[in-house]
Each structure stands twice: as structure tokens, then as C-alpha cells.
């Protein structure tokens, strides 16, 4: 089960003292009911199906895969475009935050994200996080290769 919040981040604070890894994932299906992803992040390669999210939880199942098959599957049969990012991971104060840095289509975008146990497990937000935006879909990764950011005030 993944529980998690997602924040839009204010400022650029999050990126001191740490290096980001660089993701590229392509969805074999982006449906709201259920997703499946190809992801490449650094070296190794996963292949991740989420069901419909209720509330902020879904089950997910995730396997490694050979990085050659992620690499076929991303440029031949998933759906474009394909989202890249930088991910930076940050401690703070116990728990580890994500922050997703889009890139290319979704350029401009950053978006932070902190799973956790239960959906009432509380938790403090660093300075540089800003609006919750959890439950707007928008803000799903599998709808931003329907609608870009760069598309979404044009």
C-alpha cells in the first residue's frame, strides 16, 4: 500500500547539500483506474502497477527489471511523452521527502512528495513546501504526459 502527500515546492532551498538522481519513465497504461510504469532511475529499472487512488492510498506492486528491457519498452511502446526528471531525496526531521524537478515537457514543475504509514500519521513540512496538491489529478504523473505543464496556461 503506498500512502503519500504531495506539495508544490516554493522555493529552492530543497537542492542544498544534495545531488539528484535523473528518472526516466514512460507509462504502458495511464488509465485513472490503474497505471503501469516503466521506470529508469541511474542504473536500475523497474516496472510498477498502482491501482485507482482513493484518498492518498493505492496498492503498488514493483519489480526490478533488466535495464535493457526498461529501455525497449520506454522508447518503443510507452506512451509520449516521456517524463524526466531530477529527484532529489531529503531528510528532514525524520522523514525523507522526494522532490521531483520535471523536465523537458513538464519543465518548470517541482513537486514534493512524503510517503507515510497511515494517511493521519502526521509529520512537519520543511520551508520550501508549499500547497498540498494531492487529490488533484493533475498532478499525477501519469496525466502529465496528457496534459504537459508547459501546456497547462496556454
Known amino acids: 500500500m503506498e500512502i503519500e502527500r504531495k506539495f508544490l515546492v516554493t522555493n529552492l532551498d530543497f537542492k542544498?547539500?544534495?545531488?539528484?538522481?535523473?528518472?526516466?519513465?514512460g507509462y504502458l497504461n495511464s488509465d485513472k483506474n490503474r497505471t503501469v510504469r516503466v521506470r529508469i532511475n541511474s542504473n536500475k529499472a523497474f516496472?510498477?502497477?498502482k491501482s485507482k487512488t482513493v484518498g492518498i492510498s493505492r496498492e503498488e506492486?514493483?519489480?526490478?527489471?533488466?535495464?535493457t528491457d526498461a529501455e525497449e519498452m520506454i522508447n518503443s511502446i510507452c506512451?509520449?511523452?516521456?517524463?524526466?526528471?531530477?529527484r532529489y531525496l531529503i531528510n528532514f526531521q525524520g522523514s525523507i521527502w522526494e522532490?521531483?524537478?520535471?523536465?523537458?515537457?513538464?519543465e518548470g514543475l517541482i513537486v514534493a512528495e512524503i510517503e507515510l504509514k497511515s494517511e493521519n500519521e502526521a509529520f512537519n513540512k520543511p520551508d520550501w513546501v508549499g500547497k498540498e496538491v494531492s487529490d488533484d489529478p493533475k498532478y499525477f504523473n501519469s496525466n502529465l504526459i496528457k496534459t504537459p505543464f508547459r501546456h497547462w496556461n496556454s
Open 16 to 25: 542544498k547539500n544534495t545531488v539528484p538522481s535523473i528518472i526516466s519513465q
Open 47 to 49: 516496472i510498477t502497477i
Open 61 to 67: 506492486f514493483e519489480y526490478e527489471i533488466p535495464i
Open 79 to 86: 506512451e509520449k511523452p516521456i517524463i524526466k526528471k531530477f
Open 99 to 106: 522532490v521531483d524537478e520535471f523536465l523537458e515537457e513538464n
